[in-house]
């Protein structure tokens, strides 16, 4: 079977080949660190992470990289707002403002068990390796210097809007033409940034200042990946102008095709508008974790295709918990399961199953329903006189358990708080009540292990079972 990808770059779904046999060398833009992250960065993440595992699984040799953009506007605007009117150590401000969000960053990452990158390189630790491709690009006259800027000249590249699928006509209609007065052309835009009284800079050619947004990337993926590479990956909202640029930049200086394949998350949304702080209709990734399991929210990311738009609302994080909760309830109940774990596959072939689905565009709505499928199957099993059964369960037990780790599910259990020997000796005591026809009883002690975080549910052999609540 061969993986299927949508590529932005081509408008079409194509057969991923890898530059070379079994490796894979992936880039995706990561964070520019200036405030906490949101559900929706989360996402983005996210999408990658089961991209990454997936290839994975199928045996590539997956180098993943993911930047840090630790200097930009943003956050030169988030340390002002820390200090006095003066801006005075408005560097060492920008520097802990970068250095503090990366850390929670990395925090909010690991807390949702998001694998760390292969490699994470930060924009200042490449600032030489930028003014390197900018010299580079004024020598083929792809950019000039104006004034201490210096500016891409979009005319000179014959392929920029590939990506995006627009013409630079179609673009100059939509730029006002009084603009930066540095600039030739209203379309051009910023290799390197002139610095401003007070502002973080480095010297240049060109006179102290700091790279421009686009650049960065450019040149961080090309550093560790070479000229050409398999995968980059990003948000929807970065096609335009980010990876446009990235493309015009990167292929002006090398000569060389960029990425050969571009992977695009959808946007998620409230109410049908984007998740943004500028709107301030975030969710951040600390209130999640005040209420839900990590693996509930990837249950709901799951739901949907990566390209695709998702809403989000408290109601659907409900329904994934429910979801959720149905596979832990098979989870535990087939743990104590001895069978083999090789038993015949009577229920179909469940690991095909889900690898077809992965293999069309990393279609988890799609291999999850599948999840499920194999899950309501196994729970019919529980209760039949199927000789095999034992056998079955414990095979897709495993199988789910391996499918759980491309989607990055832990299945983490929090800390009860009460011993399962007094569970057992509370589910004893309920017991004796109900023979006794204490049904009012009976439910205070059932509310007393709900309250303590215990669920019980009542098996059709009068046995009870009990779990964790999420």
Known sequence: ???????????????????????????????????????????AAYVFDVIRRYLECREFKVTFVRNITDIDDKIIKKAQQELDEDNEGLNDKVKEVAEKYTRLYEEDMQSFGIKDPDIQPKATEHIQDMISMIRTLID??????????????????????????????????????????????PLDFALWKKAKPGEPYWESPWGNGRPGWHIECSVMSTNYLDSTFDIHGGGRDLIFPHHENEIAQAEAATGKPFANCWIHNGLLTVEKEKMAKSLGNFVTIKEILEKYHPDVLKIFFLQAHYASTMDFSWQKMEEAKKAYERILIFLDKAEKISG?????????????????????????????????????????????????????????????????????????????????????????????????????????????????????????????VWRADL
């Open 340 to 464: 083999d774990k090789d038993g015949t596959e009577v229920i179909g072939s469940f690991k095909e199953q889900f690898m077809e689905a992965m293999d069309d565009d990393f279609n988890t709505a799609k291999a999850l329903a599948v999840l499920f499928d194999r899950i309501n199957k196994c729970n019919k099993l529980f209760e039949s006189d199927e000789e095999d059964k034992d056998s079955m369960i414990r095979s897709a037990f495993e199988n789910i358990k391996e499918i759980a780790n491309v989607f990055g599910l832990t299945f983490l259990k929090k800390e009860n708080k009460i011993s399962d020997s007094e569970i057992e000796e509370k589910i004893e005591l309920r017991l004796k009540y109900k023979k006794e026809k204490n049904f009012k009883a009976a439910d205070e002690v059932r509310d007393q292990l709900l309250a303590l975080g215990i669920v019980l549910e009542d098996a059709k052999d009068g046995n009870t």
């Open 1 to 43: 079977m061969s993986i299927k990808i949508y590529n932005s770059l081509t408008s079409k779904k194509e057969e991923f080949k890898p530059l070379k046999e079994g490796v894979v060398k992936m880039y995706v833009c990561g964070p520019t660190v200036y405030d906490v992250s949101h559900i929706g960065h989360l996402r």
């Open 140 to 185: 083929k006259d792809m950019a000039y210097a104006s004034d201490g800027d210096v500016y891409f000249s979009v005319r000179n590249f014959p392929g920029y809007g590939k990506l995006s699928h627009q013409s630079v006509d179609q673009m100059a209609e939509g730029v006002r033409k009084a603009q930066e007065t540095n600039k030739r052309d």
